[in-house]
């Protein structure tokens, strides 16, 4: 039996199952996914083997990472078949090739900043990629309330943003993304919105009414969509909350929310989500969805147990 996700114009078949794990392996969970340009899918995840490759049929490739990412949490492709891998655990961004080669390591390794201080990094949280100039953008982040901009060399240029829920404030600033123009797309998440700024970090507008935000991904189409992964009602446990989540949402660029995938409530039924955490859509459109239920939900359970954590939607039409 297919299962179906919905909403409006937009409908997806689950591809139950996808992505066929060596066997004794586990995700844990996945915190964050990426798709190169021959759509082959990164999976970023906090198990033994951090960077699992598949094809897009879920065909395991190759793993790298072991030994060298304290706590996954989000993945950045480049335009130079390059990958930009966030790990919140260690305070640090380093670019990879495909195989894991670190080619540049932005901040210290294992040394956060002071809590609050503004200064990179304290649990940096992603990246974005400015495809005007090619800089580097960091959300920074669980420890920080900022988001820093880098030159493509790696050299800082400037920072903003502040504690605070005034536009241009960060209450945990979790996510970030680009458009084609160059803007800055900010999941701001418990301040439960997404912020948009120019290249410069001057303020132009903010998406409300949103559960918080947590994974942002912009796709590549001539006109461009937003997904975003809302995470929903912050419940510490798996009941969850009525119109709060966690679910998938798509707007257009000025705001609009065209869709909700998934929004009935928390669960490991194919189509219903527990933490959405990171989103990746291919180039025939299908959407990767990684969450962190272990953390969000599994590891309270008892007994503790792993929990789904990875799907992969296949549009339909």
Known sequence: MVTTVSSGAYA?????GWGKLPDGWSYKEVAAVGVDSKDRVYVFNRGQ???????RDGNFLSSWGEGVFVNAHGI?????????CTDDGDHTVRKCTLDGKVLLTLGTIGEPSPFHSGHPFNRCTHVALSPVTNDIYVSDGYGNARVHKYSPDGKLLFSWGEPGTDPGHFNIVHNICTDKDGYVYVADRENHRVQVFDANGKFETQWVNMSRPCGLYIDNNPDQLCYIGELGAAIPS?????????????????????ARLGDTGPGEVPGQFIAPHVLAVDSRGDIYVGEVSWTHTGRRLDPPREMKCFQKLVKKG
Do not use: C, Q, W
């Open 12 to 16: 997806f078949d689950v591809e139950a």
């Open 49 to 55: 083997h951090p960077m699992m490759v598949f094809d």
């Open 76 to 84: 950045t492709m480049g335009p130079d078949d390059t990958i930009y």
């Open 238 to 258: 798996n009941e969850g909350a009525p119109g709060l989540g966690p679910r998938v949402s798509i707007y257009t660029l000025d705001g609009k929310m065209i």
